[in-house]
């Protein structure tokens, strides 16, 4: 959509278009909304100011650029936004060529910018391109953000970059002095006055810049841009993010500086929908809801694996007062909101900072604690070179709690869990364990609540595959449990939420295996591995995990050491490949991953 050409009253209307737009399909399909709606006028601005075909729009995280689809050809197309075979919730440059990056995970937005802006550069394309970044206050706690920003400030290449501060985290304006004195530094007037002051002082040596820096510092100091101006780049803000006519304005100006900017923009989240307006966390990503009420629509009555952590941990907490805990910018997704709220000296959110997450519970390891590191399965990879020097490295006794391992559903590729098994099992020191139910994960939470050693605990998003077997049994370092023992060439081998998934398997079949629930992917129990290969030829591998690395190698590396040659290990864990987004179920039926569909392939086998 060319919106170059619209009037103000027109780029308005628009706005309140892709606001009923976003908030019509996530109210059927889910997904992120406060944020997106409060983004709607600095897109809208962007596209009017800017060119998407040329300039790179970069959204950090992404989940903001619901609006910045609707303005590139996906109007139609929206509606399939989030579903099986449907639009990302997220940029994908396989959808358009106007995304300019894949995001999911926080804080890249700035280094792609560095990025490039460098290769504009390089190819002589300044008098044209000009990168645009769009980053939250929320990313800004990551320190990535401000590794780039060091870097850009001192290369000092032309680059915008958009703060949408909508929790006043960054910044809070102090008073009408304030607002006074940011409107008038993002002026025009301003603008010029500042370029020729600073061609003036050129001609007058170092005293000149000297007083003229001072004079610039104090009419700046009691605005929010002293950090940014330290670091090499220019400030312009706070500006109203929902005034349309002052962010094209500011964007203008910007634009023309040649040099890199930071414009601040203040936000209300859930903006346009009165319901979800505010900082109200529970309307950053939602499922489908009744728009009317704002009341979410009914969801599974089975308890999720997330819940079940928090009872348990809660649980241990209770008992032992050395148990503490940290959670990256997710308490409620991962279930600490609870303890935060009973424990705040004990149990902390670090905002999105993994890599401090990890490091800083390695010092309260030392120091005689035991804390529980619980972050999502996929944001753990940002933190696993601290999780090998900061961690295993001197055999700390951390607990990684790795919420959301497997199919994720709709939020994708750069979101499914599928990989902490593969880069968790190469490092020294670290146990690997997983529940396969909700009395599994109290005992593995008691568990490791007094191991000496570092540990990963794994489980799924939602609730455990439903299966009726046997009572777990207390867990053991390197202890597996035989569940079901038939007289059967077949041993279905189960890990973590595989343990239901091979019971529901065995449902289609009338040949019954033998069912092991392997409850350690590292260590093995290998007194049970060794009966079961005597007993069992051929071994089924039931895992949310990437193959390469996971359950199966492991276990094959094992029968290569003992020279166990007569036995087949079939894998049904993920091939080498991103998963896509949409409903689990259908992401799992297009992977051969439902129950019934690998009964056949174990029948045909």
């Excluded at 593995?444 to 939602?462: M, Q």
């Excluded at 040949?511 to 071994?539: C, G, N, T, Y």
Aim: proline share 4%; with cysteine.
């Amino acid at each position: 959509m060319n919106i170059k050409n619209f009037t103000l009253p027109q780029l308005e209307e628009l706005s309140q278009k892709i606001r009923d737009r976003i908030l019509e399909v996530v109210s059927t399909n889910g997904g992120h909304l406060s944020s997106t709606l409060g983004a709607t006028e600095i897109i809208v601005a962007m596209h009017k100011v800017f060119d998407a075909a040329q300039d790179p729009f970069i959204f950090d995280v992404s989940h903001q650029s619901y609006a910045h689809k609707l303005l590139t050809e996906r109007w139609e197309e929206f509606a399939t936004l989030r579903q099986f075979g449907g639009l990302s919730g997220y940029t994908k440059p396989s959808e358009s060529d106007k995304d300019y990056f894949v995001a999911g995970h926080s804080s890249t937005s700035i280094s792609l910018g560095v990025g490039a802006a460098k290769a504009i550069a390089l190819k002589n394309e300044q008098a044209n391109r000009i990168p645009v970044v769009v980053i939250g206050d929320g990313a800004m706690s990551a320190g990535m953000a401000y590794e780039a920003m060091n870097e850009l400030g001192d290369r000092k290449y032309p680059m915008v970059i958009i703060l949408n501060d909508n929790e006043m985290s960054i910044a809070k304006p102090i008073g009408a002095i304030s607002r006074m004195l940011s409107s008038a530094m993002a002026s025009p007037f301003y603008q010029r006055f500042k370029r020729k002051t600073e061609q003036f002082v050129d001609n007058f040596g170092e005293g000149a810049h000297y007083l003229a820096k001072r004079f610039e510092e104090s009419f700046k100091l009691i605005t929010p841009g002293i950090m940014f101006e330290e670091m090499g780049i220019e400030y312009i803000g706070p500006i109203d993010g929902h005034d349309l006519k002052s962010l094209i304005e500011t964007f203008e100006i910007a634009k023309g500086m040649g040099k890199p900017v930071l414009v601040h923009i203040q936000t209300i989240k859930g903006k346009g929908y009165e319901i979800a307006e505010g900082k109200h966390e529970k309307w950053h990503g939602v499922s489908p809801f009744d728009l009317k009420s704002g009341t979410a629509n009914a969801k599974s009555s089975l308890k999720s694996a997330t819940q079940i952590y928090a009872d348990a941990l809660m649980e241990q907490a209770l008992k032992n007062e050395k148990i503490v805990g940290v959670t990256a910018a997710m308490p409620s997704g991962t279930g600490l909101s609870a303890l935060m709220e009973k424990y705040p000296e004990r149990f902390w959110d670090v905002a999105i900072a993994e890599q401090h997450a990890v490091t800083s519970m390695g010092a309260l390891a030392k120091e005689g604690f035991k804390p529980f590191c619980t972050i999502y399965s996929t944001f753990l990879q940002r933190g696993f070179d601290q999780v090998i020097h900061d961690v295993c490295l001197m055999d700390l006794p951390v607990v990684f709690a790795l919420d959301r391992a497997g199919i994720v559903g709709e939020d994708g590729e750069t979101h499914q869990g599928a990989y902490d098994i593969s880069f968790l099992r190469l490092i020294p020191n670290m146990t690997l364990c997983a529940p396969r139910d909700e009395l599994s994960f109290h005992q593995i939470i008691e568990f490791a609540s007094t191991y000496e050693h570092p540990c990963a605990i794994r489980y799924p998003r939602g609730a455990f595959a439903e299966a009726d077997l046997i009572e777990s049994v207390s867990y053991e370092s390197g202890k597996s449990q035989l569940l079901i023992s038939n007289d059967s060439n077949r041993l279905f081998i189960g890990y973590g939420n595989g343990v239901g998934r091979a019971a529901q398997t065995m449902a289609f079949m009338e040949e019954q295996p033998s069912l092991l629930d392997l409850r350690f992917v590292k260590p093995l129990d290998i007194q049970m591995l060794r009966q079961m290969a005597q007993e069992h030829k051929q071994w089924y591998i039931f895992s949310d995990s990437a193959r390469i690395g996971g359950v199966g190698s492991a276990l094959l590396e094992w029968l290569s050491e003992e020279k166990i040659t007569d036995v087949e290990v079939v894998s049904f864990e993920y091939d080498d490949t991103f998963i896509k987004h949409g409903n689990t179920r259908l992401v799992e039926e297009s992977l051969g991953l439902l129950p019934e569909q690998l009964a056949a392939r174990v029948i045909g086998g």
